[in-house]
């Protein structure tokens, strides 16, 4: 087994090790959902982009597209009640559109950090910092659905404000 296998065996027994050990942590202490969000997803972005640097250019034009679907998926999803929050467990107050919490954005940025961060560690070979020619058409759509999403919410909202205003009569 070569050295390079050898590291990422006991990088991944580490990654293994930092989640196992910050479960009884969560549980006895009952932390709040975004501690256990830091404890499990930015600690170990965080040892991963110490033990090997990453292709930052890379890295953050994955995280900004995964940001932006899941943004649509999240809201989309809170509007609709599919998922949500016990409001004793939000760190922040604030909504963002008045529907997705703060500590729901800090989730999926950690989230979509830690699955980039793992895969360039774990899987990527090529370590050149080259983003792909398709990238501004994906990250165009995914954008395009985004503000559709919005748009729908906004022009929705205002349609029952105007629905409600006339049968109030």
């Not at 349609?159 to 409600?164: A, E, H, K, L, N």
């Amino acid at each position: 087994m070569g050295k390079v296998n050898k590291n990422l065996r006991t990088d991944f027994l580490i990654i293994v090790a930092i989640v196992l050990a910050f479960i009884p942590t969560i549980i006895i202490f009952e932390v709040r959902f975004i501690t256990s969000t830091i404890l499990f997803f930015a600690v170990p972005s965080v040892y991963l982009l110490i033990r090997k640097p990453k292709q930052i250019k890379r890295l953050v034009a994955s995280v900004v597209a995964g940001i932006v679907m899941a943004f649509s998926v999240d809201f989309l999803a809170e509007f609709n009640g599919a998922w949500s929050a016990v409001k004793e467990q939000l760190f922040f107050s604030y909504k963002v559109f008045s529907v997705i919490p703060i500590d729901f954005l800090i989730w999926y940025v950690l989230w979509i950090f830690l699955t980039v961060v793992y895969y360039e560690h774990f899987f990527e070979n090529d370590r050149s910092n080259k983003i792909s020619k398709n990238f501004k058409k994906a990250l165009l759509v995914f954008s395009s659905v985004l503000v559709l999403i919005i748009l729908i919410f906004y022009i929705r909202s205002q349609f029952g404000r105007v629905i409600s205003l006339a049968f109030r009569r």
